[in-house]
């Protein structure tokens, strides 16, 4: 019984919901599939069959850098207009995403947070030279995002 309850209890992953009848996609949670969460291939599909405009709302603290790209990308290249509204936060890559929408939407409190790409690693001093180089191409790439959406100088964001 009490194995029972404590099972009830454990962590059940968030995910995003995408409503169909409505064409508005939600992204609560962490961004990726490191998290069993926000994962890129299953929310590009589901982006990906919505036709016409869609309305894209926001309270993520970020996740993973590359599926967030996969789900910036897949907002950009579809066909209809994409309004963003942030409802809470829209911090590291999710604030990436956010760069997809045609109109972009600050909620009243709502935040939005950018920074140099970082990750965890190991290894020796030369595979920490290659990833502090890797971490400095995918931030330098992250900039021009940021560059084409709000036309400030890439200085800005580097």
Excluded: C
């Excluded at 599926?67 to 890559?93: C, H, M, P, Q, Y």
Aim: charge should be negative; charged fraction near 25%; proline fraction near 1%.
């Amino acid at each position: 019984m009490r194995l029972h309850k404590i099972k009830a209890l454990s962590r059940q992953p968030k995910k995003h919901i995408v409503n169909e009848a409505t064409n508005e996609v939600i992204i609560y949670g962490e961004i990726g599939d490191f998290w069993d969460e926000l994962d890129a291939k299953s929310l590009t599909d589901k982006i990906s069959a919505l036709k016409g405009d869609i309305t894209v709302r926001i309270n993520s603290a970020g996740g993973s850098v590359f599926d967030g790209i996969t789900i910036f990308n897949a907002l950009k290249n579809r066909e209809g207009s994409t309004k963003v509204v942030v409802d809470g936060l829209a911090a590291s890559i999710a604030s990436v995403i956010a760069m997809a929408g045609d109109e972009v939407v600050m909620s009243e409190g709502s935040m939005l947070m950018i920074h140099d790409a970082w990750a965890l690693g190991y290894g020796n001093a030369s595979e920490m030279r290659k990833l502090a180089d890797t971490l400095d191409k995918v931030s330098a790439e992250l900039a021009k995002i940021y560059v084409r959406k709000t036309s400030n100088a890439l200085d800005e964001f580097q």
